[in-house]
């Protein structure tokens, strides 16, 4: 899979050229960042009420809160004037209690609310990603791929939690503590709002390097991914290799990336959490100085210096959290950006609806197709036509990279042509719903992938709804009874990551187990006799021609074996259709097709 990363700003993604729309643009750029916002805006919709609900009781905690020094200087008063204490004490107590159960309530409230909110950003970006196209994939790093959903999506959560309504509560007891500050003393109030405005402007200049900062992070765990990713799908190769050393070394300098990545954001989110601390600092040893002469010349009373002092401190967490807040908010826009990065990649059309086409053999027509995987690759296909007919079996040989694959990859529609049309029973494929073409057709990869999971699980993924007599004729079909009866938990038996578990010819008739379970109108083989033995081949050879008399097989060989008996060959060289015919018509006509058959066909020249 080509190195390529979508991420535009820090240098290390190259596909930001290859991209149009605002995805292209950088961070920073006033377009994306609507655009994140309105995201952001977007997943919190469905959850708005509780969002209300939960913002709701912490600001009601928060009025608690509002009220202690209030509470506090009642309690002082009775005291300097000799009253009862009871009823000031028990005022005070009940709200803290109040107020901590209150606020306990709507946190757990608004972190129920952030992991809904993670799971449906989540399951959007699985959505997206399982139905984009085959080219966009391509250009993709699944490393990078998974660090989006298990890792961006979570920094959302926070953005809805501590973000969004802490900064709203922190504002409400801001504005709060100083009306009330207002009412004690005015002078003292200005003191303090001269401080708070210089070290507020000094963070809010910090604030968009934060959500830089964390970006870079985010692309930087990305990174780590895909690499960590490389080694895991080449594990053999790479300890074959010796290579562990070095791939741990760039394991390493991509962890060591990351790490900095988050240091230079812990680094920012200190100096922004500090200055609030500062400030409230500052503006206590002001207004202690301040109120301390206007208290010794009469003007202010102690208990209302007390007050003022209290509610100075009480500033002190609100704007902690405003701080903390906005911090969040930077991040999970850096996250939204990544994650709408994803989905505004092209996808294909889905109509949700379930087609039953049939067992009808399909009829294949490739008329004048040119293609090319990109506009900078070069020409696979120049104007390659053929027919394969209803039914019966039609094989596609040619040297490698002659562009067989390639047939198989448009036929499924995973990429488009530039020129030319493909019918399949004189209908054009790009007027198919794409659900019902791919339900006409079975596929069996060139690498025959077999998926982590049971036997079972993977002979019955292209057709889930399929009885267990079934499985069974195509197990018999294709020789697997042996290898289930063997195996200890019969079909129940787990295969292991990529079918590690089973040889790679098992793997190869599982793969066409599979595809023939799905009763396919057009059957197609890319290689499938490969990486069979002797004995197990001629088996494979009966199956395909037993599927042959049913049904359309088209298959990508490099056998004689299966070429031989092949009802029509198309021969394909450098992008074109050079020769069509039976084996002895090819052998008799075609020096290509004879070279082959004298060299990977294993014939005497
Ligand atoms: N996803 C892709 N992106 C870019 N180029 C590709 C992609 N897949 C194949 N190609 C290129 O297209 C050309 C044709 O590939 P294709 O797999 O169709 O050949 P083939 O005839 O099946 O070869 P082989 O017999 O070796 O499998 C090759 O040059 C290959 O490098």
Known sequence: MPGVTLTDDTGQGDAGSERTGPGDAEPGDPVPETASWRLL?????????VLLLGGALSLLGSLAGLAMPLLAKTVIDAFGEQRSLLGPVLGLTAAVLLGAAIGALGNYVLERMGEGIVFSARRGLVDRMLRLRVSEVDRLKPGD??????SDTTLLRAVFTSGVVETVSSLFMLVGAVVMMALIDGLLLLITLGVLVVVGGFVSLIMPRIRRASMQ???????????LDRVLQAFRTVKASGAEEREIASVSEAAREARDRGVAVAWLASIAGVSAWVSAQLAFV???????????????????????LLY????VAPIGQLVQGFTQVQNGLAAVKRIREIEELPAEEADG????VGTAPAGVVFEGIAFRYGDD???VHDDVSFEVPAGGLTALVGPSGAGKSTVFALLERFYEQQAGTITIDGRDIADWPLAELRACLGYVEQDAPVLDGTLRENLVFAAPGVDEADIWRVLARTRLEDLVSR???GLETRVGHRGIMLSGGERQRVAIARALLRSPRLLLLDEATSQLDAVNELRLREVIAEVAAETTVLVIAHRLSTVAGADRIVVMEAGRVRAVGTHDELLAGDPLYRELAATQFLLPT
Do not use: K, N
């Open 353 to 356: 609806a379930v087609y039953e």
């Open 286 to 308: 002001a207004v202690l100085g301040v109120g301390g002469a206007r208290v010794s010349s009469g003007a202010l009373e102690v208990s209302s210096l007390i007050a003022f």
């Open 145 to 150: 791929l998974m660090s989006r959903v298990t």
């Open 487 to 489: 195996l200890p938990e």
């Open 377 to 379: 690759r070069p020409v």
């Open 217 to 227: 992070a985010q692309v930087a765990v990305g990174e780590m991914g895909a690499v």
């Open 312 to 315: 100075l401190f009480y500033l």
């Open 41 to 49: 805006v977007a997943y919190i919709r469905p959850h708005r009420g």
